[in-house]
T-cell receptor, first 109, second 114 residues
């Protein structure tokens, strides 16, 4: 079993839709939860991180963590074609970061 | 600032050949990392360097060696390339921020071993 499980998709939605991306993890020792966005043929870039259970909002993006069920979510409101990318969830503690395999998202104009 | 730079961008090797992937960062970060990314596998850590002068194995170190040349540069060497090492390689650097390490990635090196 992978330490971080993520549906690879692809997920295709129309412009303006609300997108929900999800991951589950197995190791409760990790304290920080991150979402990275990776455009085609580029390196990943940090989108958001959260420390505790609950929600964190940044513009159109909301990250949600439920430590009791070991569930991580990213919601994108009013999705745009420029949001088309692969989204990687990650759990981190110290130098060790475990990444999910990534979900490919396509937002159609 | 260029951030994290990697060379080369693309490389094709024959089985048994050797090569070194170069990485440099200009953000004055202490920690640097090498990952490989394969379809369906996500990013897997090969080696990391917590600070200048130290290196440690990650999840998939076999077949690789690293050198932390100075604070800016961290290289990855394949001594005898194998087809299983065909992958996209990413270098990253990080510094602790608010209790966690935010990693900044380079653009990647696409390596094919035939």
């Amino acid at each position: 079993q992978k330490e971080v499980e993520q549906d690879p998709g692809p997920l295709s939605v129309p412009e303006g839709a609300i997108v929900s991306l999800n991951c589950t993890y197995s190791n409760s020792a990790f304290q920080y939860f991150m979402w990275y966005r990776q455009y085609s043929r580029k390196g990943p870039e940090l989108l958001m991180y959260t420390y505790s259970s609950g929600n964190k909002e940044d513009g159109r993006f909301t990250a949600q963590v439920d430590k009791s069920s070991k569930y991580i979510s990213l919601f994108i409101r009013d999705s745009q074609p420029s949001d088309s990318a692969t989204y990687l969830c990650a759990i981190t503690g110290g130098f060790k970061t475990i990444f999910g395999a990534g979900t490919r998202l396509f937002v159609k104009a | 600032n260029a951030g994290v730079t990697q060379t080369p961008k693309f490389q094709v090797l024959k089985t048994g050949q050797s090569m070194t992937l170069q990485c440099a960062q200009d953000m004055n970060h202490n920690s640097m990392y090498w990952y490989r990314q394969d379809p369906g596998m996500g990013l897997r850590l090969i080696y990391y360097s917590a600070s200048e002068g130290t290196t440690d194995k990650g999840e998939v170190p076999n077949g690789y060696n690293v050198s932390r040349l100075n604070k800016r540069e961290f290289s990855l060497r394949l001594e005898s390339a194998a087809p299983s090492q065909t992958s996209v390689y990413f270098c990253a650097s990080s510094e602790i921020a608010g209790g966690h390490y935010e990693q900044y990635f380079g653009p990647g090196t696409r390596l094919t071993v035939t």
